[in-house]
Antibody, heavy 114, light 105 residues
Framework: QVQLKESGPGLVQPSQTLSLTCTVSGFPLTDYNVHWVRQPPGKALEWMGKMRYNGDTYYNSVFKSRLSISRDTSKSQVFLNLNMLQIEDTAIYYC????????WGQGVMVTVSS | IQLTQSPSLLSASVGDRVTLSCKGSQNINNYLAWYQQKLGQAPKLLIY???NLQTGIPSRFSGSGSGTDYTLTISSLHSEDLATYYC????????FGAGTKLELK
């Protein structure tokens, strides 16, 4: 059974770094790409980046050098780090599998506020 | 690639045939997916590669299109279909449309 689950802090201060974890089960990270997608309150979905099955990473240029994605295949975990947080980064953050996002985690709400 | 969904809000009645539109700023080469998102839930994949129904999705949902123009059709609206629908292209990077909110008339 394929599952993805996001975890991380619910509240982060501006200018700080957000660190999220996506823990997957039911498939190996070495076989599938895992993506991060976010959704600000009341707004549309936004693709952030992906960890390919082979370890390569790709990022939405909107995030420039603020975003990094990594993984630990032994723990079946994919990590997101977003630095220099702004109020506008307040959103639900999802991890999802494969190029057409066939499975999604439940999402984690992150609020950027002082 | 930018995606434009229309309408942004659609009011319909149970049993209606409903059509949602998604237009790309350039050719998407059929790499177009549709998602349903209910309030407080994660998006759910309905259709991938333009017209492929995801496993477990009712057959009243169908997709069509080519080039820059794509459509999601619900043949007979059920009350549980009330949600926001997003299209997404994965031909060149990944971009989502702004969504169509489907509500009861």
């Amino acid at each position: 059974q394929v599952q993805l689950k996001e975890s991380g802090p619910g509240l982060v201060q501006p200018s700080q770094t957000l660190s999220l974890t996506c823990t997957v089960s039911g498939f190996p990270l070495t076989d599938y790409n895992v993506h991060w997608v976010r959704q600000p309150p009341g707004k549309a979905l936004e693709w952030m980046g992906k960890m390919r099955y082979n370890g390569d990473t790709y990022y939405n240029s909107v995030f420039k050098s603020r975003l990094s994605i990594s993984r630990d295949t032994s723990k079946s975990q994919v990590f997101l780090n977003l630095n220099m947080l702004q109020i506008e980064d307040t959103a639900i953050y999802y991890c999802t599998r494969r190029g057409y996002f066939e499975y999604w985690g439940q999402g984690v709400m992150v609020t950027v506020s002082s | 690639i930018q995606l434009t969904q229309s309408p942004s809000l659609l009011s319909a009645s149970v049993g209606d045939r409903v059509t949602l539109s998604c237009k790309g700023s350039q050719n998407i080469n059929n790499y177009l997916a549709w998602y349903q998102q209910k309030l407080g839930q994660a998006p759910k994949l309905l259709i991938y590669k333009t017209n492929n129904l995801q496993t477990g999705i009712p057959s009243r949902f169908s997709g069509s299109g080519s080039g820059t123009d794509y459509t999601l059709t619900i043949s007979s609206l059920h009350s549980e279909d009330l949600a926001t629908y997003y299209c997404c292209q994965y031909n060149n990077g990944y971009t989502f449309g702004a969504g169509t909110k489907l509500e009861l008339k």
